[in-house]
């Protein structure tokens, strides 16, 4: 049975402020869960940690997952407060511009690698110290459909989201022999601010026409949602997925079949 599946489990959820993260947070603290929320957005971080304080206490760290002091301070943090780490959803992460190659500044492409690639390693770094150290553990790397194919607009994501793929297979194989697995979940058309935020760069003028159009597209006829996400992913963080790790699940209404 899903109730009670994270008694007595410590969870991190970066990206937690928001969207699947925020999701996955409620979903794992609903099943049991002592869960860390991290965001570098303070204000957002306060108001979901004071939400989801309902159904149990949150502890809530500021943190930017693309810089190595502050990923060390909440990993430090869920240790002083919980002495372990049994689940850790590395999923914070930002959608940059939408421009072919050629028009892209070394800035545009730093931005998101940093964010995506970069905080998915630094977390993955510092949580797999942790968990080898336990000899336990699961992790989900939060990827994308946008980490199995290409775009032609959307260089510096697509790059990144394959590399969270790569990472996700070394760190599987590397965390195994401690009893630790580690997935990519990949995300199709989900119905967050980032998706919507895209449909203005998609359709500055119809942003609403540009979701309609996409939805559309879509065999399952329409975006999913952040808790249907959070279905998937705490599901692979508990010990009901025992012998998954390494893969990538796609979770898209059956766009990429
Ligand atoms: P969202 O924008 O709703 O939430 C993302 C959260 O991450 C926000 O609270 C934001 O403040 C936080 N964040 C951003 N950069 C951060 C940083 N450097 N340090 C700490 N926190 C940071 O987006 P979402 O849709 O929930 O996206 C979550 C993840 O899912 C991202 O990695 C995204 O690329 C991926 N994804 C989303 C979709 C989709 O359709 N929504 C599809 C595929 C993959």
Known sequence: MAEGRFDGRVAVVTGGAAGFGKAVARRLLADGAEVVLVDRD?????????????????????????????????????????????????????????????????????????????GVFLGLRDVLRVMKAQGSGAIVNTASMAGIRGSATFSPYVASKHGVIGLTRCAALEGAPFGIRVNTIAPGHIDTRMARDLTVQVDPDDPQGAYERAAARVPLGRYGTAEEVANLAAWLLSDEASYVSGATHLIDGALNA
């Open 42 to 118: 303070a204000e957002a971080l306060a108001a979901t940690a004071a939400e989801l304080t309902g159904v149990r206490p949150v502890r809530a760290v500021r943190a930017d997952v693309s810089q190595e002091a502050d990923v060390a301070g909440y990993v430090a943090e869920a240790l002083d407060a919980h002495g372990r780490i049994d689940a850790f959803f590395n999923n914070a992460g930002i959608e940059g511009r939408m421009a072919p190659i050629t028009e892209l500044s070394i800035d545009d492409f730093d931005r998101v690698v940093a964010v995506n690639l970069r």
